[in-house]
Nanobody, 126 residues
Framework: HLQLVESGGGLVQPGGSLRLSCAAS????????IGWFRQVPGKEREGVSC????????DYADSVKGRFTISRDNAKNTVYLQMNSLKPEDTAVYYC???????????????????WGQGTQVTVSS
């Protein structure tokens, strides 16, 4: 049974950086495509970035392109989201999600994912 645990959130000033981690247990994470999503109160959960099981493909929301980088270390069963040049509008609860996929596909939508972490709060404020 796959379990995901996010960490690395916190309070950071505008322009600062954070690295989120999504650690998996129970399965070999390398067999799963992973997505990062975020949500603020009163709004729908939105996709931030995703990576295929093979790490050959990645995708980013327009709002974070050039600032965020997704990567994975399958040996450590962990996926990362490096967030640079953070803005107040990046403030949200960030979730990682997983879906079994051996074919190297990207999954960009919330309904595609079967497993979710509990979320980690990111607050960008001076």
């Amino acid at each position: 049974h796959l379990q995901l645990v996010e960490s690395g959130g916190g309070l950071v000033q505008p322009g600062g950086s954070l690295r989120l981690s999504c650690a998996a247990s129970g399965v070999t994470l390398g067999n799963y495509a992973i997505g990062w999503f975020r949500q603020v109160p009163g709004k729908e959960r939105e996709g931030v970035s995703c990576i295929s099981s093979s790490s050959g493909s990645t995708d980013y929301a327009d709002s974070v392109k050039g600032r965020f980088t997704i990567s994975r270390d399958n040996a450590k069963n962990t996926v990362y989201l490096q967030m640079n040049s953070l803005k107040p509008e990046d403030t949200a609860v960030y979730y990682c999600a997983a879906v079994f996929d051996l074919w190297g596909r990207l999954h960009k939508e919330v309904p595609s994912y079967d497993y979710w972490g509990q979320g980690t709060q990111v607050t960008v404020s001076s």
